[in-house]
């Protein structure tokens, strides 16, 4: 069964500083991973996805992720926060190998203060 | 381009009622999605639709919920007889199945309220 970890509810960053939101899966065949953001009261935004190739992506907003095959990890980075990033953020994976629905976390937010 | 829209925006309802959701997906796409955000449960799929193939409903929680893609384009979700547990936000999203090109993009959802 595939399924996504989010260890942490809350991450907390005070502005300027590096940011991680950690994301864990687990999926039978090739993963396919995405990042998504949601603002307050609006749908989510996609950010960054990883299918194949380069196992560092970069996405929309500064943001970067790393696919790690080993630790079946794929942790969202940002080297320098900004306090417009505070949101509620969901790591999504689906099996490459088929066609359908992603599973998401549970969601982390991410708050930055100034 | 336009994205994916969704109507109501807002939808309150009594106990017992039926309600249709309805989601416009961005143009070309041929896969469409409805998820089900509510608290505590995070991010649910409910049903997928692509092309003319018939759609996964496995995601759909009980017979009270169904939904339909007219045309291939425009989609409907329902819900009858509607309870208070079925208070959540209603997302559709859309892609364009393929290796690269599969992200899905969301709608800005319907909150629906069952009172």
């Known amino acids: 069964a595939q399924s996504v970890a989010q260890p942490e509810d809350q991450v907390n960053v005070a502005e300027g500083n590096p940011l991680t939101v950690k994301c864990t899966y687990s999926v039978s065949g090739n993963p396919y991973l995405f990042w998504y953001v949601q603002y307050p009261n609006r749908g989510l935004q996609f950010l960054l996805k990883?299918?194949?190739?380069?196992?560092l992506v970069k996405g929309s907003y500064g943001f970067e992720a790393e696919f790690n095959k080993s630790q079946t990890s794929f942790h969202l980075k940002k080297p320098s926060a900004l306090v417009s990033d505070s949101a509620l953020y969901f790591c999504?994976?689906?099996?490459?190998?088929?066609?359908?629905?992603?599973?998401f976390g549970k969601g982390t937010k991410l708050s930055v203060k100034p | 381009g336009a994205g994916v829209s969704q109507s109501p925006s807002n939808k309150v309802t009594e106990k017992g009622k039926d309600v249709e959701l309805r989601c416009d997906p961005i143009?070309?796409?041929?896969?469409l999605y409805w998820y089900r955000q509510s608290l505590g449960q995070g991010l649910e799929f409910l049903i997928y639709?692509?092309?003319?193939?018939?759609?996964?409903k496995s995601g759909l929680p009980s017979d009270r919920f169904s939904a339909e893609r007219t045309g291939g384009s425009v989609s409907t979700l329902t819900i009858q007889r509607t309870q208070q547990e079925d208070s959540a936000v209603y997302l559709c999203?859309?892609?364009?199945?393929?290796?690269?090109?599969?992200?899905?993009?969301f709608g800005p959802g319907t909150r629906l309220t069952v009172l």
């Open positions: 990883y299918i194949t190739g380069d196992n």
């Open positions: 999504a994976v689906r099996d490459g190998g088929s066609q359908g629905n992603l599973i």
């Open positions: 639709f692509q092309g003319n193939s018939a759609p996964d």
């Open positions: 143009s070309g796409h041929t896969a």
């Open positions: 999203a859309s892609s364009v199945p393929g290796l690269h090109t599969d992200t899905q993009y």
